[in-house]
């Protein structure tokens, strides 16, 4: 009894000096992350990893400290750890998968992306699950195993993007007057490039059209305004010019054979 109590008086000041000292460190890792300026969402995740780790060291210690045998202890960890690892193997995944979207960085909180048959903005990045809220306001939450190991197309990463208009006129349009008239709506529109150029190309012949691409560059945050806008924009420009838009039609011919003699 009286050897057990200096042993339980050592370990807990070894507890609460490890505390401590766990704070200073954290606090210290912390301001090295904020000098380097290291990304939110990682440093969070840093020094959330960096305390368990401290933390289960300054366990051992304290059980060291107590007399417990370290083989059996480190050994009850390990089936433990096994145990915990079968049962939790996707959750495992997801936090393999946080690991390397924090580091690579293929997409931010903020950008616009398309993944897993999601398209919508990124909210949060967790370090099992990726929130993205989509354009009607839905949050649609993505294991971050199936983003890590899958393509994700980021609409936010570039600062210009490229709008692209499909516009149909009738057979026998002159096509060099339609690509004026599509050119001079454009010029209006100040969020378009001039660089580089906006151009009207002529892709194919359509069932009831001539079939053209207009291709122009902008801000990526203005892309669907000007999507929008220059749409009907260049409707009113055509009609204005007496450009027919046609819808699809069908020519139908009937056939009369001869009436066959008795």
């Known amino acids: ?15 609460l000096v490890g505390r401590y000292v766990i704070r200073l460190i954290l606090r210290v890792f912390g301001k090295t992350l904020e000098k380097y300026e290291i990304d939110p969402s990682l440093a969070t995740f840093l ?9 289960v060291l300054l366990i051992i210690s304290v059980a060291t400290t107590l007399g417990l045998e370290m083989t059996s202890f480190i050994a009850i960890i390990g089936a433990a750890g096994l145990a915990v690892g079968l049962a939790l193997q996707g959750s495992l995944s997801n936090f393999a998968g946080g690991v390397l979207i924090l580091i690579f960085k293929p997409f931010r909180i903020g950008d616009t992306i398309e993944a897993q048959g999601t398209l919508g903005s990124v909210e949060t990045i967790d370090i099992l699950y990726t929130k993205i809220r989509n354009f009607d306001n839905k949050v649609v939450t993505v294991p971050n195993g199936a983003l890590a190991n899958n393509s994700i197309t980021n609409f936010s990463q570039k600062p210009t993007r490229r709008v692209d208009i499909n516009v149909g006129v009738a057979y026998g349009t002159d096509l060099k007057k339609t690509r004026k008239v599509i050119l001079d709506v454009l010029k209006l529109d100040e969020r378009i490039h001039e660089e580089p150029a906006p151009v009207v190309l002529f892709t194919s012949f359509g069932d009831s059209s001539l079939d053209l691409t207009v291709r122009a560059w902008t801000d990526a945050g203005n892309l669907w305004p000007v999507f929008w806008d220059n749409m009907e924009n260049i409707k009113e420009a055509l009609e204005e010019h007496e450009i027919e838009v046609p819808f699809p039609q069908r020519d139908v011919h009937h056939y009369y054979p001869e009436e066959k003699k008795e």
């Open 47 to 55: 020094k959330s990893f960096l305390n368990a780790i401290l933390w």
């Open 1 to 15: 009894m009286f050897q057990l109590g200096p042993v339980l008086l050592k370990s807990i000041i070894l507890l």
